[in-house]
């Protein structure tokens, strides 16, 4: 058998049930490994329960149950949760397993035979929070880590210790000759950094308290937690007694959050490793938090919440069958969690993607065209295939998406999907088939929904990964049988595979739309009317989001209301793509606009300028946009800024745009 594809994600502490931070972690993993399949490489993925802390033998205490009990009902919760999101692992491991305390003593057993453990007596610091020693420096004088703000115990004990400092300097010439063994970069170079200060030997043993993988040869304490845990990713394998173990080792990609990154997954694990004579992981990849007004989203805090209540959102707001809720979920999470930086989570933002970029970018083209009148039922027939401009652009998305799947970057490589669709909707914008068919131009419209339609099929398959239902969905309206997992990456991966003349199914809309007017209405985004924005006929006045009076030219503010440099540094004005524009039902002056504000960066826009453009005139063109202004509701459609406008005499709205082509995103002062 050949190696497999082998990627995992933390084992999650069970003191508490799974939220959306721990399911973007699993659902990053899962479409890692449905992506892989149709890549046919047969991957196998790797979740599971870390249950020896602590923490998890406090908490509980508190519940009033034995450990045992308590981590049989905390870590079925997590089993669950996977389920409802469609996470298709290959192994749920626990700590618990028999197999896994089996392979932890024999690491153990070998570190200790080799010198690598030997006895000591710790005295310092222990945070159960963090489940991680600490020395006097890492901690402020009221007891606190200074980097994690975890409250620390003083503890004395004999312990074992494992030879972490030998092993500093083959670690960092490994990571030297290996640029993409820690990513993102950021995080590579954090850890080179901590190295450098020096690796100090760490205790791996604790005094037990009847909770915990014992000693070999020692009951009288247990494994320490991070010793056990990180040795879940060798037992999935088989090591050391089944010789299948390197069908899977080395593991292909380790995925986490960076509080476990450094210190635990780059440099513990992979000493451990060393030390065990075994080839060290590929990937280890680190990526950022969901934060909640700038704070860790966590268990312990319970200021997150958990996936369930965001499927129960969606399905109540917009009405749409269960599994298409999971996936808009599973879209959100993995499109806006960043590798780099932390990203703040709110379910406003999981309305506004699932309004603007499912329900109109990617719902939208497949049923205007398969519902449009002059749609003949069955794929067209194109006049050719490789040279039509959205091939062009098929084929730098799927470039873009493979890059980014390298390094699990689902972010990236939707952002590239949304792309091709945005493309797309222009396309269909510019050669307006509707048109053609009135002028009974049969061949030129045909050509036009092929490949719009191909294109369709191509973001279908490639967000399959991400969203199995509603890719399965697309492919039936299509009349395709559901993208097979069968390895045929390059036959589907490439443009040109719709077959003419075959039927397509019936085309029902996949995403009703939510209506955002109640959640805003509660919210600090909407503003008053002002008697200003009633003057400006340009901007959303027939609405209650009120136009910032020192944006719009007609108006001139009395001499002594001026502002300051700093005032105006702080709205960010940018250059933007318009992708699209259609009217807005009942609303005769108001546009609906999609616009592109640099790389992965799409929003929905609402603009007062019906009476001045008709929609099929603006796609393409560039515009100025407020780019940091509060979301706001506008006839129950979400804006999230405003472009700016001139208004010339006869009131007609007249749109800012460079006077020079300058790409989308390019800041404006
Ligand atoms: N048990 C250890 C891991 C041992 S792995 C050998 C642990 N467990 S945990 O329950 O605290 O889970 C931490 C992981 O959950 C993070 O690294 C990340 O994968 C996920 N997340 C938890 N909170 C999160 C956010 N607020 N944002 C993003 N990911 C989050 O540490």
């Not at 290959?90 to 010198?115: M, N, Y």
């Not at 652009?393 to 873009?400: D, F, K, L, S």
Request: with cysteine; glycine share 6%.
């Amino acid at each position: 058998m050949s190696k497999r594809f082998y990627i995992t994600t933390p084992i999650y502490y069970v003191n508490g049930a799974p939220h959306v931070g721990s399911a973007t972690t699993t659902l990053l993993a899962d479409a890692a490994t449905r992506y892989r399949r149709l890549r046919g490489e047969n991957p196998y993925f790797l979740t599971g329960t870390d249950e020896h802390a602590q923490k998890v033998a406090d908490a509980a205490r508190e519940a009033g149950t034995n450990p045992q009990t308590f981590v049989d009902q905390v870590s079925r919760r997590f089993v669950e949760t996977w389920r409802r999101l469609g996470c298709d692992y290959d192994r749920f491991i626990r700590t618990t397993d028999a197999d896994h305390q089996a392979v932890v003593q024999e690491v153990f057993r070998r570190l200790e035979a080799r010198g690598d453990v030997y006895r000591g007596t710790y005295e310092g610091w222990y945070s159960v929070s963090d489940e991680a020693f600490y020395r006097d420096t890492d901690v402020d004088e009221n007891g606190i880590v200074r980097e994690t703000g975890a409250k620390v115990e003083r503890v004395r004990e004999d312990v074992h210790y494992f030879r972490l400092s030998a092993y500093g300097e083959r670690l960092k010439a490994h990571i030297l000759a290996h640029p993409d063994f820690l990513l993102p970069e950021t995080r590579r170079n954090e850890v080179l950094a901590f190295i450098d200060q020096g690796l100090r030997d760490i205790a791996i043993s604790r005094r037990s308290t009847g909770w915990g993988i014992p000693v070999p040869g020692d009951p009288s304490k247990v494994i320490y937690v991070w010793f056990d845990a990180l040795i879940n990713y060798l037992t999935a394998t088989g090591w050391p007694n089944d010789a299948g173990y390197t069908n899977l080792w080395p593991c292909d990609a380790h995925l986490m959050a960076k509080e476990i990154y450094t210190r635990f997954h780059a440099t513990l694990w992979p000493a451990m490793l060393l030390a065990l004579d075994l080839p060290l992981p590929r990937h280890v990849i680190g990526h950022g938090w969901w934060t909640v007004s700038g704070e860790k989203g966590s268990k312990s805090r319970g200021n997150i919440p958990r996936a369930e209540d965001m499927i129960a959102l969606l399905q109540e707001r917009s009405g749409a069958p269960e599994p298409i809720c999971v996936d808009a979920l599973r879209y959100y999470l993995l499109r806006d969690i960043q590798f780099a930086s932390d990203t703040e989570f709110s379910p406003d933002i999981l309305v506004g993607r699932y309004n603007a970029d499912l329900a109109n970018d990617l719902g939208n083209v497949l049923n205007r065209v398969l519902r449009a009148k002059y749609f003949p039922g069955r794929i067209p027939e194109p006049r050719s295939n490789g040279d039509a401009p959205l091939a062009l652009v098929a084929r730098e998305t799927i470039a873009t998406y493979e890059a980014a799947l390298e390094a699990v970057n689902w972010g990236e490589a939707l952002a590239a999907v949304w792309q091709l669709l945005g493309a797309t909707n222009k396309y269909l914008a510019e050669t307006q088939p509707w048109i053609l068919a009135k002028n009974g131009q049969a061949e030129a419209v045909a050509h036009v929904l092929y490949d719009t339609l191909e294109a369709t099929r191509l973001a279908a398959y490639l967000v399959s990964p991400a969203m199995p239902s509603v890719a399965a969905e697309m492919a039936r309206q299509l009349g395709l049988s559901n993208f097979a997992a069968d390895g045929s990456w390059a036959e589907h991966a490439r443009w040109g595979v719709l077959v003419p003349d075959s039927p397509t199914g019936d085309a029902t809309p996949l995403f009703p739309r939510i209506d955002t007017k109640m959640a805003v209405a509660a919210g600090p985004a909407e503003a008053k009317p002002t008697k200003l924005a009633k003057e400006a006929p340009h901007h959303v006045n027939e609405t209650s989001a009120a136009t910032p009076a020192t944006l719009t030219t007609d108006h001139r503010p009395p001499a002594t209301d001026t502002i300051t440099i700093d005032d105006f540094a702080r709205v960010q004005l940018r250059i933007a793509d318009i992708v699209s524009a259609e009217a807005i039902p009942g609303a005769k002056k108001l546009l609906r606009l999609q616009i592109r504000v640099g790389d992965g960066d799409e929003r929905q826009l609402v603009a007062g300028i019906a009476e001045s453009y008709a929609p099929d005139d603006l796609p393409g063109k560039k515009i100025v946009v407020v780019a940091n202004l509060q979301p706001a509701t506008i006839r129950g459609v979400q804006s999230q800024g405003m472009l700016l406008a001139a208004t010339d005499e006869a009131g007609r709205a007249i749109l800012l745009t460079p006077e020079q082509s300058v790409p989308a995103g390019s800041r404006v002062k």
